[in-house]
């Protein structure tokens, strides 16, 4: 069956742990059927998040038809932040936007102004959304949930459909909120048969977190993605479908 | 195989009982599982979610969990228990509500020290539930066996070699941790802090068997976390009933 991967990670190191280049990304997802992965940055949650957009643009299109890039914006940085993100989606290859506020240490509620800019340029440019979700106290699922409803016409998700310990709010806040989307990575076989059953399969992509040197997420996060017993249709649905669907039409 | 880490109850969408567990465990090959109650019958109606896990047959064994706000209805409900055949302490401290290191819950641990019981305690989310604390209490009880459960799942991940190395009578649940979290403890620690546990009906006893084939270790580690540990930890002689 068809993959694509709406969650992992493609950068030169996380902190001081250098990391391999995207060959070894490519690899793994042959090994294991995807076809398509949408990448975000690493180090750019933590500074200068121009050159890093700049930089896994590049690493990108080395695989243009396997690899599709996130844009990260610094909204702590106001408009500037809105320019930059203005900036990167004239780039066609650039699909969807990624905050880890957790990483990125914001609370969207403090940078209202911002955030609300950077969802209308969302909104208008048909590009989802996804920050990290699972986490206190920047980063929790009802935090995330609540920028959905700030601007209903764009595409939020979050970005691990509750994680370990919000599945069952976050399947609730998905089926709720009509542009809360859930990408589900991390959580286990029971949870994604709840989240599937509470918020619709035509709700949920599959998301690994993986990078290229650890090919193991990719295969651990698809044997829960297997093993949680859905039906193919909902498996098409969670595995790719979705993904295709919500994702910033390529070459807009 | 000896699964150290499954659940059976009700709890908002998960729910298990013994002969569906039963069912799952032939189907993977595990012998034998150590069970907790969860949902309402270990946050609150303990003696049915008690009786639930210590009653479901000789290839399930039951971990007693109680409430230690409870006090002293909690402590005659662990002799209950200990009488019952349970093999160690479950409790979750976020569902619970309390801090590991606050006073209300040191009877409970004195007690799990008095029978000789491992106490399995769920981690994860902060607050509550933070690994560290598991760790404060492992280190002020040191002949107590004390297991990490789901190894602080999910953002506590990187607490967790430095808890393990900071108490020697800390060990990991690996039911819920990826497998390179699982390997960090085997390598740095060795594979005795390790073990083999299913967290049904929340995780499938494939995925998890899947992520430990995976490490490809040698029979010796593999054997001591799928089996041997357990075995020891919870005293059960052999792994089949």
Known sequence: MKILDFHAHLDDRWLHKPIPDASHMIAAMDRFGVGQTCVYTMMGFYADTPRNNDLLLERCRRYPDRLIPFVTVDPKEGPAAVDELERCLEFPEFRGIKFHPWLQAFASSMLEETMTAILKVAARTDTPVLLHDGTPPYSTTFQVADLARWVPGAKVFLGHAGSADYVDPAARLIRDIPNLYGCYCGSRPGDLAHLVETAGADKITFGSDFDPGSWELLAERLDNTIEAGLSPEDLEAVLWRNAERILRPSGS | ?241
């Not at chain 2, 019958?41 to 969990?65: C, E, F, Q, T």
């Not at chain 2, 070699?161 to 979290?181: K, Q, T």
């Open chain 2, 1 to 241: 195989m000896i699964d150290a880490h499954a659940m059976l109850g009700d709890e908002t969408y998960l729910r298990l009982d013994a002969a569906d567990l039963l069912r799952r465990m032939d189907a993977a090959g595990v012998d034998l599982a150590v069970a907790r109650p969860m949902g309402a019958g270990m946050i609150v109606d303990h003696r049915a979610g008690n009786d639930l896990v210590l009653k479901a047959g000789p290839r399930i064994r039951g971990l007693a969990s109680v409430n230690p706000w409870w006090g002293a209805k909690a402590l005659d409900e662990l002799a209950r228990c200990r009488d019952l055949g349970a093999v160690g302490l479950f409790l979750d401290p976020a569902r619970q509500g309390f801090f590991p290191t606050e006073p209300v819950a040191t009877p409970v641990f004195e007690r799990a020290a008095e029978y000789g019981w491992p106490v399995l305690m769920k981690t994860g989310a902060y607050i509550y539930a933070d690994i560290l604390a598991l760790a404060e209490v492992a280190r002020a009880f040191p002949r107590t066996t004390f297991i990490a459960g789901f190894g602080g799942y999910a953002d506590m991940w990187f607490e967790l070699p430095m808890a393990i190395r900071s108490a020697p009578n800390l060990l990991l649940d690996a039911s819920m941790i990826w497998g390179a979290g699982i390997r960090e403890i085997v390598d740095r620690h060795g594979p005795e802090r390790v073990l083999f546990g299913s967290a049904e009906p929340r995780n499938r006893y494939k995925v998890v068997l899947k992520t430990i084939d995976r490490l490809e270790l040698d029979e010796a580690a593999r054997r001591a976390i799928l089996h041997d540990n357990a075995a020891r930890v919870f005293k059960i002689e052999g792994g089949r009933p």
